[in-house]
């Protein structure tokens, strides 16, 4: 590429050392025994998130300002953001690194925020096609029943919900006003049920929904909730005694029940009988609504596959969280430790609003707040600490280090705010 | 216009008026007013540098380095122990071939710690590939200051200009500081020929082989042989410009001296008092300044010593396990010539002790009265 550059004498030498060619010549990534790669790693939120958010994601989208975006990632892993926001624990700001610098991100509200901007900017999702051969009937309107229902339309298949209150919505529809306004509620759940599915009301299983019913089906989701939902689901009828549906799917299906009284399932929320599938609270106990969320994204997923003719493999164990647009991620979750904080100033979360919402100014300013761990943010100091200029931006994707003139330094992976780089052995 | 200021002020207007564009300094007595007048004017929009607070005179040196190799005209000020400090960095200047302008305040090395004048800080640093040049007065100072830059940047070599600690740095003098406008006609702006610019990149200071190294000494060599003649020229324009010069030696009085008595600095101006008054007593005595310590103006030494029967050397300084520094190179310098003369080299006023006009009266005496050193160097006024 280049030629070597001789001297004959004292003359032909620049006055002083300097180099005359480039120093590309030099190629000294022959130096290297340990070399750095961009690597993902799973920040707690995400990892704590039942529902299973990209939360990282969707903050750094928010730093940005491009709420828009952020409100689209959301939905697409969880299509009851305002609920969630109001009324799940948030175990996410429990795990979150920032806690130890200033105060958790107030993740939650910044979900309440999105909730919000979607349904004031009227965003709609775009009607998706049934394409796909496969009808599917989902017994429950509950969190995880709509969730499921939410994800199955969205993936082309035909959905019948069946609900044996006379709305959908089950245990969500019971908390009160002040912690869970109505419209939020109602807002959602129409949201779901716009894409378009066949809601059934007043079809309690075992009373006017027979199991006949429902063999019609190419598959078929049991998402019927906790005991208490259950009951109250019975009672609404006028109907007592022991659990109904339960004992109805016992000795007509062979559900299989632990000494918990919960169905047994495998990972890929399949019951044992063919085509029939169980999920949410019936199957996990009572746990928060973000849960049931994740458990039917699961099923939904779950199902695909079935109807698609593909294994059922891969599926997380049933206490961890499944995302239906994963990004490669390195499991590795990151601590606190990890962050490199000389980047970052002790900050505080701003005050609860007044209104309840965020304004745009403070949930763009919060989402600044987050260290976004493990995830690049293209913050660019990799970029600029780099001793041997080996390491280019790719317009606004990312990053590529050169290997040819990479010395395995490790400086970009020690100054990463964010632990998002690992250093390798050759 | 003339001011009645200090030495050290002499080289904070010499810098203004040289347009200095960078000053990275540290301070130590006592150099201090230099650079902290500096620092005021730059503060004050009366001169447009940049003024850099370092940590020490290594980063200073450093900071001059930076500066110098993206194409400023950089300054800083030391003295004793700062200029020991920033040793190599001196070396790095020079063979980067950087033409940063210092001034070293002459100050006693210790322990014993001491804050008085003494020439051993800057003559230890003489292998440097500094030049360095040692002022009588004031008056020098600032006129050295503006010729410093000057040959500096005509022959890529640092310059060190020196004056002694508290007898010149704090003594006030009557100066007179030239007309800006003559200035920047004698001393035009700074254009590096090579700088860090990243429109045309270049690698600074690489690891050269030994394949190339002895060639970029070489190269260094002959800039400080050139260096001779630029000084001498850059010392004549002076004159032109300013009606004021000071050559590389200045002889005085030698024309029938058959004892010369060699000086720098401020003794020099003690000096001259003395010959005066050994002349008027019918002696036949002259005095030989030497002004241009490096390059070493062998020609000009040679020739003023020509015709001298003994040469006494005032040092103010010592190289320990040899002798008086200026004595040393003198010595040296007539090892090959025709005429070789006897020549006591006297070791005075070390740590700031007083050299006055008795000390020196004595040193001619002494000389009068021998043939020949009896010692490889004479202790003068030592308490025995």
């Known amino acids: 590429m280049t030629e070597e550059i001789t001297f004959e004498t004292e003359a032909d030498m620049p006055p002083l050392p300097m180099s005359l060619g480039t120093t590309l010549v030099n190629k000294t990534g022959s130096w290297r025994y340990i070399r750095p790669l961009y690597v993902d790693k799973t920040s707690p939120c995400n990892h704590a998130c039942p529902a299973g958010e990209d939360i990282v994601e969707q903050i750094g989208l928010m730093a940005e300002g491009r709420f828009e975006e952020a409100w689209r990632r959301l939905m697409e892993e969880n299509p009851l953001p305002g609920v969630c926001g109001r009324i799940c624990p948030h175990v996410c700001e429990r795990e979150c690194n920032r806690k130890e610098m200033g105060g958790a991100i107030a993740i939650h509200l910044l979900e309440q925020f999105l909730a919000h901007y979607g349904a004031s900017h009227e965003i709609s999702l775009p009607k998706p096609e049934a394409r796909r051969q496969g009808r599917v009937a989902i017994v429950g309107a509950g969190a995880c029943g709509l969730s499921a229902a939410y994800f199955l339309v969205r993936l082309g298949y035909r959905v019948t919900l069946f609900e044996a209150q006379d709305e959908p919505g089950g245990r969500m529809c019971l908390v009160r006003g002040n912690r869970l306004p109505k419209e939020v509620l109602k807002h959602e759940i129409a949201q779901i049920t716009a894409l378009g599915m066949e809601v059934r009301t007043g079809m309690l299983l075992g009373a006017n929904l027979a199991l006949k019913d429902l063999e019609g089906f190419d598959a078929v989701l049991l998402a019927l909730g906790h005991t208490r939902s259950r009951k109250t689901a019975i009672e609404a009828v006028g109907l007592t005694g022991p659990d109904v549906e339960l004992e109805f799917l016992k000795s007509g299906w062979g559900l299989k029940l632990d000494e918990k009284g919960l169905a047994v399932t495998d990972e890929a929320a399949c019951t044992g009988r063919e085509g029939v599938f169980a999920a949410g609270e019936m199957v996990l106990g009572a746990g928060p609504v973000s849960r049931a969320v994740g458990s039917g994204k699961r099923t939904a997923l779950a199902i695909d596959k079935y109807l698609k003719g593909v294994p059922l493999e891969g599926f997380p164990p049933l206490d961890g969280n499944i995302q239906a647009k994963p990004r490669k991620v390195d499991p590795t979750v990151v601590h606190f430790k990890d962050i490199n904080t000389a980047y970052f100033e002790w900050l505080e979360p701003p005050p609860k609003p007044e209104t309840g919402i965020f304004g745009e100014e403070t949930a763009k300013m919060e989402a600044e707040r987050c260290f976004s761990c493990g995830t690049c943010n293209l913050c660019d100091t990799c970029f600029i600490f780099c001793p041997d200029v080996a390491i280019s931006r790719v317009d606004h994707r990312g990053y590529e280090v050169n290997y040819d003139y990479c010395k395995g330094c490790g400086v970009c992976a020690e100054e990463c705010p964010r632990h998002a780089i690992s250093m390798e052995r050759e | ?384």
Not at chain 2, 166 to 187: A, K, M, R
Not at chain 2, 316 to 322: E, M, T
Not at chain 2, 349 to 366: F, H, N, W
């Open chain 2, 1 to 384: 216009m003339k001011k009645v200021i200090m030495g050290n002020h002499a080289v904070s207007y010499g810098v203004q008026l040289a347009r200095a564009q960078v000053i990275a300094a540290y301070p130590i007595t006592p150099q201090t007013q230099i650079v902290e007048m500096l620092s005021e004017m730059c503060a004050d929009g009366l001169l447009n540098a940049k003024f850099i607070k370092v940590e020490s005179e290594h980063s200073a040196m450093a900071a001059c380095v930076g500066a110098s190799s993206a194409g400023a005209r950089a300054f800083t000020a030391t003295s004793s122990h700062g200029l020991a400090l920033m040793h190599e960095m001196l070396h790095w200047a020079a063979g980067a071939r950087l033409p940063i302008v210092m001034a070293n305040v002459n100050r006693a090395l210790g322990p014993g710690w001491s804050i008085w004048t003494e020439q051993t800080d800057s003559l230890a640093q003489r292998d440097t590939g500094w030049l360095q040049f040692y002022c009588e007065n004031n008056q020098e100072v600032l006129d050295t200051v503006i010729q410093a830059f000057k040959i500096a940047e005509q022959v890529l070599l640092p310059v060190m200009l020196v004056l002694d600690a508290f007898v010149l740095s704090h003594t006030e003098e009557p100066v007179d500081l030239p007309d800006q406008g003559l200035v920047d006609e004698y001393l035009p702006p700074y254009e590096a020929q090579y700088k860090l610019d990243p429109s045309d990149p270049h690698a600074f200071g690489p690891m050269v082989s030994p394949d190339h190294y002895m060639e970029m000494r070489y190269k260094i060599q002959k800039a400080m042989e050139e260096a001779v003649e630029a000084a001498r020229r850059a010392d004549e324009e002076f004159s032109e410009v300013f009606g004021r010069n000071y050559g590389l030696v200045e002889p005085y009085r030698l024309e029938d001296a058959a004892v010369v008595l060699v000086t720098s600095a401020t003794i020099t101006g003690t000096a001259r008092e003395v010959i005066d008054q050994l002349r008027e007593e019918g002696e036949r005595v002259g005095l030989l300044k030497v002004r241009m310590f490096r390059p070493f103006p062998f020609r000009d030494v040679r020739e003023a010593l020509a015709g001298a029967k003994k040469v006494a050397v005032i040092d103010r300084n010592i190289s320990f396990g040899h002798g008086g520094i200026f004595a040393e190179e003198i010595k040296s310098a007539l090892y090959n010539s025709p005429a070789k003369p006897p020549l006591f080299g006297f070791v005075i006023g070390l740590g700031g002790r007083d050299v006055t006009p008795a000390s020196i009266r004595g040193i001619a005496e002494y000389t009068f009265e021998h043939d020949a050193p009896e010692t490889e160097m004479i202790w003068r006024e030592v308490k025995k």
